[in-house]
Every structure is written in structure tokens, then in C-alpha cells.
């Protein structure tokens, strides 16, 4: 009983962590929370942030507190002992008990405010960072998904900071004995953030024998050697992918005809 009672309160306090990471990381590192480890860096990441808004909403409650009459005061004592779990002081246990029991909307509204706090926080981290470039411009604020910078294309902007935006991302893929050829629509990460599979658009393939003869820029709709594969998108398994050869292209600007 006083297991459980603890794991959940554990529980409790932990989940504003786990809301504010998932709203930073966005789509970034959409997956990445499922490879949660009570040892792993993003339990650490958790604990911190779960501390620090825990604290931050407790001096903001008791702050309100002070100020309407109606509020309920947190008790930090009770709550350390809630922690702690040591549950021989049956005079401690007993006020922790009352004070729950007593006060059950206030306690359901610090915990439903502090969640909605986590997450809007976390969005609004991560919109301001992705709004300025902060992650592109240090490292300190890189998300740790080596692969968006990649497969976006924004590697070539934290290698020189004056680079264009890509446009376009095409991806070249060898599978048994044939190459193929898309353009770059979406990308899906394992539970360990390894690449999963790839989505390409307006896919060709070809033998992986009939190389190119010259290094001359090779027109897929005219090349006899590609085959257009029927479809919107063409999914590839990156557990059976030998290589994987990115292409960035800029495509020039639009300038006015003259009249």
C-alpha cells in the first residue's frame, strides 16, 4: 500500500518533466521519450525540470495563497515526507492523509495548472528556438536528432552560417541490386533514434549495374535506365538499406519578365 502510495505520487510530481520534453522536442524528437530509462540522460532531463517547475509553481501557489484567504497553503514538510516514503511517523502520515482528503479540488487544480504551465512552456521554448535559428547557431541548443539536420538539409547551415536554405532533399538508396531515387517527404526514427524508414516522392529506380557512364546530370524522365515507380509515396525499411546518398538543391529564384 505505501509502495503504491509513493509510486504514484512519484508519478504525480515526475509527469510535468515528461509534458514540458515532449512539447520542446516537437516532431523533432518525436520518439525519443519512449526510449525513457530510469539511468538514461532524459531521465535526468526529466527529474531536473520536474524539480525546478515543481518548485517554481509551489512559490507561485503559496504567493497566491497569501494574497486570497480562500487559497490552500502547500505544506513542504508533508510533501517531503510524501517523498521519502518513511511512513513510521504516524503524526506526519496522518496530517499528509487529512490534508489531501480535506483540500481535493485544490490539489487537483495545482496539479492541472502545473501541467498546462509544463506544456506551454515547453511549446513556447521550442517555437523560439526554431523561430530564431537558436539551435542552429549553438549547440548548446541543438536537439539531439543528428538526423532532421540531415535530412532537412540545416546541416549545411550550421557548417556556414551564410548558406541558403535548401529547397529540396533528394535521397538516393541501394536495396539488394537497385538504386532508387526520391525526393525526401518524411522520415520515421526507432525507439533508440536510429533512422527507421524513409518516404520518398516521385520515386525511380534502376539497376545498380547500369552506372552512368559520364558524370553528366542524368534527366530521370528521359534515362532509359530508371523505371518510375507507381505511387504518391514509396516507403524504404532502412533495416535493408546498404547506403544512403543525400542530395541539397536550390532552386533559383523567380525574377520578373520584363513586359
Not at 27 to 56: C, G, H, M, W
Not at 66 to 95: C, K
Not at 129 to 158: C, Q, S
Request: a negative charge.
Amino acid at each position: 500500500m505505501n509502495f503504491a502510495f509513493q509510486a504514484v505520487f512519484f508519478l504525480l510530481l515526475l509527469i510535468p518533466g515528461f509534458i514540458f520534453r515532449s512539447n520542446y522536442n516537437g516532431r523533432i524528437l518525436k520518439d525519443q521519450l519512449q526510449s525513457f530509462t530510469p539511468f538514461s540522460n532524459e531521465a535526468i532531463y526529466v527529474i531536473i525540470i520536474s524539480a525546478s517547475l515543481n518548485s517554481f509553481w509551489v512559490i507561485v501557489s503559496n504567493a497566491i495563497g497569501r494574497i486570497d484567504s480562500i487559497a490552500v497553503q502547500i505544506d513542504l514538510p508533508t510533501v517531503m515526507f510524501l517523498l521519502l516514503g518513511n511512513y513510521g511517523d504516524t503524526e506526519l502520515l496522518q496530517r499528509a492523509i487529512d490534508s489531501v482528503s480535506n483540500h481535493p479540488i485544490p490539489i487537483l487544480l495545482y496539479f492541472i495548472s502545473l501541467y498546462a504551465l509544463s506544456s506551454i512552456l515547453g511549446k513556447s521554448m521550442h517555437y523560439v528556438i526554431r523561430k530564431y535559428g537558436l539551435d542552429i547557431k549553438f549547440a548548446l541548443f541543438r536537439f539531439r536528432n543528428p538526423w532532421h539536420y540531415i535530412l532537412t538539409g540545416e546541416v549545411m547551415e550550421i557548417d556556414n552560417p551564410n548558406a541558403d536554405e535548401v529547397d529540396l532533399v533528394s535521397v538516393s538508396a541501394i536495396i539488394d541490386d537497385y538504386l532508387y531515387i526520391g525526393a525526401l517527404a518524411d522520415y520515421e526514427l526507432d525507439e533508440r533514434g536510429n533512422l527507421a524508414r524513409i518516404t520518398l516522392e516521385k520515386t525511380y529506380r534502376r539497376k545498380l549495374s547500369d552506372d552512368a557512364t559520364s558524370d553528366n546530370t542524368v534527366n530521370l524522365e528521359e534515362d532509359s535506365r530508371y523505371y518510375k515507380i507507381r505511387g504518391d509515396y514509396f516507403i524504404i525499411d532502412c533495416s535493408n538499406t546498404r547506403n544512403l546518398n543525400i542530395d541539397y538543391w536550390y532552386l533559383p529564384e523567380e525574377t520578373e519578365v520584363p513586359s
